[in-house]
T-cell receptor, first 112, second 115 residues
Framework: EAQVTQNPRYLITVTGKKLTVTCSQNMNHEYMSWYRQDPGLGLRQIYYSMNVEVTDKGDVPEGYKVSRKEKRNFPLILESPSPNQTSLYFC???????????FGQGTRLTVV | AQKVTQAQTEISVVEKEDVTLDCVYETRDTTYYLFWYKQPPSGELVFLIRRNSFDEQNEISGRYSWNFQKSTSSFNFTITASQVVDSAVYFCALSEANSNYQLIWGAGTKLIIKP
């Protein structure tokens, strides 16, 4: 089954404790992205990757890191999480940037 | 400047009514794509439609239809004979060639269909 898998689905952590949210897709898609969703703001792109070893900042990259060492995986790293990073996070993949995006189920992160 | 505007924050209608969700976009690119996604209460994001800037044909899929008008920079979405299962947040998004096709999202419209 074609899918984008994010883990974990829910995470509560403390300020400053490094964490990684994993994202994996099985569709051989070139383009992957991370978004955060906050009430009233829609989705905002954090980082995107047009292919392996190519990553670029989106609209809200501060406080986040990503890597794309393999085509299927695109982890999101928060080196020192802060409460303003409490949000719902989505990973997405698409064949190309302009084609239909497939989304993971979301990760609800709370930083206390 | 907001590139994708969904002015309707929330719409509430009674089942079987028709409802139109507005989307206005802003771009200087000649090559761009417009999307609609649905986010039901369960939270997942579901693709509904994609339109490219060179194709202004309207589209109908069952009870759903989309009206793309470059002259007014709008890409509106109409649900005919709405059903309770249509209750969701609907997002319009723009992808521009000159921005590496990053998806720029509207704030979303929450649609409530009352039985």
């Amino acid at each position: 089954e074609a899918q984008v898998t994010q883990n974990p689905r829910y995470l509560i952590t403390v300020t400053g404790k490094k964490l990684t949210v994993t994202c994996s897709q099985n569709m051989n898609h070139e383009y992957m992205s991370w978004y955060r969703q906050d009430p009233g703001l829609g989705l905002r792109q954090i980082y995107y990757s047009m292919n392996v070893e190519v990553t670029d900042k989106g609209d809200v990259p501060e406080g986040y890191k990503v890597s794309r060492k393999e085509k299927r995986n695109f982890p999101l790293i928060l080196e020192s999480p802060s409460p303003n990073q409490t949000s719902l996070y989505f990973c997405a993949s698409s064949y190309k940037g302009y084609t239909e995006a497939f989304f993971g189920q979301g990760t609800r992160l709370t930083v206390v | 400047a907001q590139k994708v505007t969904q002015a309707q924050t929330e719409i509430s209608v009674v089942e079987k009514e028709d409802v139109t969700l507005d989307c206005v976009y802003e771009t200087r690119d000649t090559t761009y794509y417009l999307f609609w996604y649905k986010q039901p209460p369960s939270g997942e994001l579901v693709f509904l439609i994609r339109r490219n800037s060179f194709d202004e044909q309207n589209e109908i899929s069952g009870r759903y239809s989309w009206n793309f008008q470059k002259s007014t920079s709008s890409f509106n979405f109409t649900i005919t004979a709405s059903q309770v299962v249509d209750s969701a947040v609907y997002f319009c998004a723009l992808s521009e060639a000159n921005s590496n096709y990053q998806l720029i999202w509207g704030a979303g419209t929450k649609l409530i269909i009352k039985p």
